[in-house]
């Protein structure tokens, strides 16, 4: 396999770099003991480093002659679970996991930049983001909306992600939809309690909470195209305390998913709609928050073409999967890439066997990839950085 020979030399290093990153994770926006690490490294590399977008954001800058700016973004945080894994470089903080690999693409990241600013075969800027919060709580949003790329100008954004399932040296990567559009909703159903005995002196939201839940999953069914992907799940419900009493109330909470901005507003009104209609239905009432929040990650066409070339340089176009089945999943890199041309792709982290699943507690990065992932991010500059004239339309 073609990972580059001085970064597979980095290899050792990168490793204690992630095992030194998983046993102390930081999330979301706490993530300063990881942003000190990080810019500390950076510099010792000899390359620029700005602090304190979205709070722990780090953006480490490398010029090399003329040509075009590119930024490749890494994600730093942790998840707010508990470890199950017993091995030396396990989690030393228990409600702190890193479970998503973050910790792994923080240092492919770091290594490609090392490898970058030692052998400057590019011509033009790399700026190295690395962003905090990516789970659930929008880092990159914010460091959008602080001003990202009106201080980092480029002309492409790139970002690469973990994953399981997908073998050892192979990447996936298709122009429009990698990932989806991920909202949440609480409705609560209010009614009138009473004696479980005398349910016709009250208004029971347990029944009507039931029957939202039934009813909702009409929105998928019959309501979507059946060519377009959504999901609605319920993943709570909460009523009541007493096994004879029946409750004022009820709480019912979920995400939704979508893969297109239509499909995405009409999974919220049919949402909206249902939980009002049914509860007038039963006499009760619901209240419906409904909270969009990322956007679909979607590639761009020109950007993927020239990852996925990338990509091959490294593990041979065979290994590249073009057409991957988009996730359900949800991505905030989305807003980086809502405002620049890019690429996200995905980087095999091997079988998901013994739980190597993302966001499961027996979950760890996978060190066999540390090569593989920052020898794509540096064959990715070096080639979009090329000067020839092939990328001169670029400019
Ligand atoms: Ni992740």
């Known amino acids: 396999?073609?990972?580059?020979?001085?970064?597979?030399?980095?290899?050792?290093?990168?490793?204690?770099?992630?095992?030194?990153?998983?046993?102390?994770?930081?999330?979301?926006?706490?993530?300063?003991?990881?942003?000190d690490v990080v810019a500390t490294r950076l510099k010792s590399f000899g390359i620029e480093v700005d602090r304190g977008l979205a709070g722990t954001g780090v953006v480490g800058t490398l010029h090399h002659g003329h040509g075009a700016a590119i930024a490749l973004r890494a994600d730093m945080d942790a998840l707010p679970m508990t470890e199950a894994n017993t091995f030396a470089h396990?989690?030393?903080?228990?409600?702190?996991?890193?479970?998503?690999?973050?910790?792994?693409?923080?240092?492919?990241?770091?290594?490609?930049?090392?490898?970058?600013?030692?052998?400057?075969?590019?011509?033009g800027t790399?700026?190295?983001?690395?962003?905090?919060?990516?789970?659930?709580?929008?880092?990159?949003?914010?460091?959008?909306?602080?001003?990202?790329?009106?201080?980092?100008?480029?002309?492409?954004?790139?970002?690469?992600?973990?994953?399981?399932?997908?073998?050892?040296?192979?990447?996936?990567?298709?122009?429009?939809?990698?990932?989806?559009?991920?909202?949440?909703?609480?409705?609560t159903v209010t009614g009138k309690g009473s004696h479980g005995a005398m349910p016709h002196q009250g208004i029971d939201p347990i029944v009507c909470g039931a029957a939202i839940v039934g009813a909702l999953q009409t929105v998928v069914s019959r309501f979507t195209d059946p060519l377009d992907a959504a999901v609605v799940s319920v993943t709570r419900f909460h009523a009541g305390e007493a096994w004879n009493a029946i409750p004022d109330r009820a709480v019912l909470a979920g995400t939704a998913r979508a893969l297109s901005k239509e499909v995405r507003n009409a999974t919220e009104a049919a949402?909206?709609?249902?939980?009002?209609?049914?509860?007038?239905?039963?006499?009760?009432?619901?209240?419906?928050?409904?909270?969009?929040?990322?956007?679909?990650?979607?590639?761009?066409?020109?950007?993927?073409?020239?990852?996925?070339?990338?990509?091959?340089?490294?593990?041979?176009?065979e290994h590249v999967d073009r057409d991957p089945t988009p996730s359900m999943g949800a991505e905030d890199f989305a807003y980086m890439l809502a405002e620049r041309p890019g690429c996200y792709i995905w980087?095999?982290?091997?079988?998901?066997?013994?739980?190597?699943?993302?966001?499961?507690?027996?979950?760890?990065?996978?060190?066999?990839?540390?090569?593989?992932?920052?020898?794509?991010?540096?064959?990715?500059?070096?080639?979009?950085?090329?000067?020839?004239?092939?990328?001169?339309?670029?400019?």
């Open 347 to 395: 980087v095999g982290n091997g079988p998901t066997d013994g739980g190597r699943n993302l966001h499961s507690p027996h979950y760890d990065f996978n060190d066999a990839i540390l090569s593989i992932g920052a020898s794509y991010w540096a064959r990715l500059a070096e080639s979009v950085l090329s000067g020839t004239s092939e990328t001169s339309t670029f400019l």
């Open 271 to 317: 949402v909206r709609r249902i939980a009002a209609t049914t509860a007038e239905a039963y006499g009760a009432h619901a209240e419906v928050h409904y909270d969009q929040r990322y956007p679909a990650t979607v590639n761009h066409a020109a950007e993927v073409e020239r990852a996925a070339r990338a990509a091959a340089l490294v593990v041979g176009a």
């Open 90 to 123: 396990r989690s030393r903080h228990p409600g702190r996991m890193h479970a998503c690999g973050h910790d792994g693409h923080t240092a492919m990241l770091l290594g490609a930049a090392r490898y970058l600013a030692e052998t400057r075969r590019f011509h």
């Open 1 to 35: 396999m073609p990972v580059i020979e001085e970064i597979a030399a980095l290899h050792q290093d990168m490793a204690r770099w992630r095992h030194d990153l998983h046993a102390h994770p930081e999330t979301a926006f706490a993530e300063r003991r990881t942003a």
């Open 126 to 187: 790399v700026h190295f983001i690395f962003q905090p919060a990516e789970e659930g709580e929008g880092g990159g949003k914010r460091m959008v909306e602080e001003g990202l790329f009106r201080r980092f100008p480029v002309h492409a954004v790139y970002g690469m992600h973990n994953w399981p399932g997908l073998g050892v040296g192979r990447f996936a990567v298709r122009p429009g939809p990698m990932m989806a559009a991920f909202d949440i909703f609480e409705i």
